[in-house]
């Protein structure tokens, strides 16, 4: 039992301080791949050690020295190799020198802001435009989130070996594109910044809603992407968007628990029961979407979003909702970042607000978009707003249709019943 006490506060540990060694030694080694493969080593070495010498005092630490003294071996025997003697001298000196007061202090505690500094190196070198999408999100997963191939490979239904293909080949492009180990200059940083946020929102959305699969959700995935969204915005503690993307997500995971009922079966919206929303959450978000005000980011993408989000949070009741005020919200959003998505849902909001022929005059103009031609959606919100108007036959051919687009079986399953509801008058309440 102590054994196996042991090894669980290691997993724990690791889990906690895996990015920031990984990132502590790629500073030294610039190379994330050799970097991960150096922390791999310290945990080995955790899982020798620990088990007979105990759980160190401070087990960050002792992971980050570990991997660290790896990392000066590894550059020793490269300086070897290459016959530079001399040189060797004078570099493990000076890396020395730099390195070991650089995050051990003289009582052995780790300094926060140089760690902050090698996590930010890592942010962007892991969510960097150079890799694909799929390739940012797996390789953030596995540097910063401390996830096995296989636990990220189980969360996206996706087969163990694609994943770890993903995270070879990204780390290979990384170092073939020769990818500075560095926090990008101010000339870059929105749009590398925009990256990063991009990719902390995917795993986000992912765990919320899930693609595929018998889960409707992953709440493991916006825990994941709430830990991630976090750090970076005390990372980078003046960039709004920042603030705005960890507002929207923490607003969101409020109704996690209310989004299922008892038998995981999918509850929609206006449906929930709002005294199962999470209030802390919903203080943190909205303490969050100030800051980001405040920074004059109040009509970022993200920040546009938590708004949104706000909007149904401040809601006692689905009918106290401000629909006119969503639908404000909705036309700055299509301003700053215009997409069919936006559009759609706006048209919600036009249905709550005005009617629901309003709304259904916008999502019909939508019927063209090649964007939203396999998106299931379109014709969920339309089968509702057909339903709403009495168009019962029609409503349940557009949600049978969308049962027909979706992966997720949850989700497939509440639109066929939303489909028998429409077509015998019954509104389903899930």
Known sequence: MALEATHRAIDAVWRIEAAKVIAGVARLVRDVGLAEELAQDALVAALEHWPEDGVPDNPGAWLMATAKNRALDRLRQDALHARKHEELGRDLEAQQAHVVPDFVDALGAAREDAIGDDLLRLVFTACHPVLSTEARVALTLRLLGGLTTD???????????????????????????????????????????????????????????????????????????????????????????????????????????????????????????????????????????????????????????????????????????????????????????????????????????????????????LIAEPALAKYHLLPSVRGDLLGKLGRRAEAAAEFTRAAGMTRNERERALLLERARAAASGIRTEH
């Open 151 to 365: 636990e990220i490979a189980r969360a996206f239904l996706v087969p163990e070996p694609t994943i770890a293909q993903r995270i070879v080949r990204a780390k290979r492009t990384l170092g073939t594109a020769n990818v500075p180990f560095e926090v990008p200059g101010a000339d870059v940083l929105a749009p590398r910044l925009a990256s990063v946020l991009e990719v902390i929102y995917l795993i986000f959305n992912e765990g919320y809603s899930a693609t595929a699969g018998d889960d409707w959700m992953r709440p493991s995935l916006c825990a994941e992407a709430l830990r991630l969204g976090r750090i970076v915005a005390e990372l980078v503690p003046k960039e709004g968007e920042v603030h705005g993307l960890v507002a929207l997500m923490e607003i969101q995971a409020s109704r996690l628990h209310a989004r299922t009922d008892a038998q995981g079966r999918p509850v929609l919206l206006l449906d929930q029961d709002r005294g199962r929303w999470d209030p802390l959450l919903i203080r943190r978000g909205l303490a969050a979407l100030a800051r980001a005000e405040a920074l004059g980011g109040a009509r970022g993408p993200y920040a546009l979003q938590a708004a949104l989000a706000a909007c149904h949070a401040r809601a006692p009741s689905a009918d106290a909702t401000d629909w006119v005020g969503i639908v404000a919200l909705y036309d700055a959003l299509g301003q700053v970042a215009p997409s069919p998505i936006v559009d759609l849902n706006r048209a919600v909001a036009v249905g709550m607000a005005f009617g629901p022929a309003a709304g259904l005059e916008l999502v019909d103009a």
